[in-house]
């Protein structure tokens, strides 16, 4: 039986407890369009997340059959299954003898026994793998589509169901992967704690991985540090940030060492170290390439600003043409302006960001986060001087 057409028998046994229309109308999709998946249209990840999310549907048991079909059925004390408890068993067996009482043909029996218990565990790891490999990649790009677009909750709901199957696949790099995503999410919205802790277990993973450390595992500390940047914790942040460049500094030519240095420079910059600050940011941005140019002009040109370096009405074009996904992002990035302006001592320029930037403070109003209308509210207070 196929991937597809277990997950259209599951769902036949969620309709026999929940009628379609009541499914319809929990998951958010038409009466039609669950009928549609009940006769075997292809099942969306969106729709079997929102079965999860919404019906307290077990993922586990919808992706493999696995279980019990709902979470509450699911007891703390569940059985194991047999062939997982007999290796269990015949590992322990195995650990209790000594060495020399190895050479006995009984002994000799069980060890041949649990190497082909062994052997065909991995066996059905690798099945496993192969086979919920496609529907993993199905999984992270409808998560990297609903991040895209925004939508936040959507992002939660596939995530639990991408990690049951990357536990599945008994693959951390998959469960790393998620956890990012997961992360990306808490950020835009505005839960930087739960950012911050994410982040801070990825980084400490990539830490202990093998004893050492790999510059092409660089990712997860670059992200670590926005996040404590994004905390207001910019101590740590440029501490870390440091630390890095000095433990890769063999790695100069590599444009993620120079985006590191982008962005230590900046957190430095936010420190209200402006002059010390800018000629770092407009060398090491000059290094990198296209792609992370596009996505951290800002992190040099507000600098440039607050520092004179740079035209107000350039920073202000840079505002209105850059390529947002959501009016969401625009009003964000509008803050992030405003945020650190007060470096500036100039009133006149923190009234031209204020009037310029005004939609931005209502919108933080309606909840872009508290720490960033205590930003504004410092402006605010700085016009007064």
């Known amino acids: 039986m ?16 929940h009628s379609q229309a009541q499914i319809a109308k929990q998951t958010g999709y038409s009466r039609a369009n669950v009928s549609a998946y009940a006769k075997g249209t292809r099942i969306p990840a969106s729709f079997a997340a929102a079965l999860v999310e919404k019906l307290g549907v077990n993922p586990s048991w919808l992706l493999t059959g696995q279980g019990m079909p709902f979470r509450l059925d699911v007891l703390p004390n569940a059985a194991k299954g ?32 649990l190497a082909d218990a062994l052997a065909e565990f991995q066996r059905h790891s690798d099945t496993v793998r192969r086979t919920f490999l496609g529907l993993f990649e ?6 990297t589509d609903a991040l895209h677009n925004k939508e936040l909750d959507l992002v939660d709901s596939l995530s639990e169901v991408a990690l049951e199957i990357a536990y599945l ?31 801070r277990t990825l980084f400490l993973e990539e830490l202990a991985y ?6 092409g595992r660089i990712g997860p500390i670059i992200d ?32 993620k ?37 596009r996505r951290n002009l800002h992190c040099v040109r507000v600098p440039m600003l607050c520092a004179g370096a740079c035209d107000f009405d350039e920073l202000a074009a840079l505002v ?25 001592e100039e009133s006149e320029l923190l009234r031209a960001m204020l009037r310029a930037f005004t939609p931005a403070i209502e919108a933080i109003r309606e909840g872009f986060g508290q720490p960033t209308l205590l930003q504004v509210q410092a402006l605010q207070k700085a016009l007064e001087r």
């Not at 093998?210 to 510059?215: A, L, Q, T």
């Not at 890095?244 to 590599?254: I, V």
Request: glycine content about 6%; hydrophobic content about 40%.
């Open 320 to 344: 209105d043409g850059f390529a947002f996904a959501t009016p969401h992002s625009k009003h964000t990035f509008a803050t992030f302006v405003l945020s650190h302006v007060t470096i500036c």
């Open 2 to 17: 196929s991937i597809e057409q277990g997950l259209t028998e599951r769902l036949g046994i969620v309709i026999d407890r």
């Open 210 to 215: 093998d004893g050492e450390s790999s510059f």
């Open 257 to 293: 060492y120079q985006f590191l240095r982008t962005v230590s420079a900046y957190v430095h910059f936010s420190q209200g170290f402006v002059s010390e600050a800018l000629p770092q940011l407009v060398d090491s941005y000059a290094r990198l390439d296209d792609f992370y140019k």
């Open 82 to 113: 047999e062939s997982a408890e007999a290796l269990v068993d015949a590992l322990k067996a195995i650990t209790k003898l000594k060495f020399g009482e190895l050479a006995g043909k009984r002994e000799l029996e069980d060890l041949r026994k």
């Open 169 to 199: 696949c008994r693959d951390r790099d998959f469960e790393r992967r998620i956890l990012h995503y997961r992360g990306q999410g808490a950020y835009y919205r505005g839960d930087f704690e739960t950012n911050l802790a994410l982040r």
């Open 138 to 143: 199905d999984y992270e790009k409808a998560i």
């Open 224 to 255: 670590y540090v926005l996040a404590l940047t994004a905390s207001f914790e910019k101590a740590e942040a440029q501490r870390t940030a440091r630390a890095a460049l000095e433990l890769f500094a063999n790695h100069q030519q590599e444009v």
